[in-house]
């Protein structure tokens, strides 16, 4: 998953930054994280997700998941 970076000298491409709040904020900047992108791919690719495997996604980005 490669972003597109043809555009990121454009101010207008991050306007809405202006506009965002924390947990927004502290989103934009991970999913543009490529340890993140592995982390969510590997996640994602598990075909039963046990606790253990929630937790190992989880825990070094900060994030937490409802039941």
Same mark, same amino acid.
């Given at each position: 998953m490669s972003p597109d970076t043809s555009?990121?000298?454009s101010s207008s491409t991050y306007d809405y930054v202006d506009g965002l709040i924390a947990p927004d904020i502290g989103w934009e900047w991970l999913r543009r994280n490529e340890d993140y992108q592995?982390?969510?791919t590997d996640f994602s690719r598990? &075909?039963?997700p046990t606790a &253990?495997?929630?937790?190992?996604?989880a825990r070094p980005w900060g994030l937490r998941?409802?039941?």
């Open positions: 555009r990121w000298r592995r982390s969510y598990a &075909v039963s &253990v495997l929630i937790e190992r996604a998941f409802p039941h």
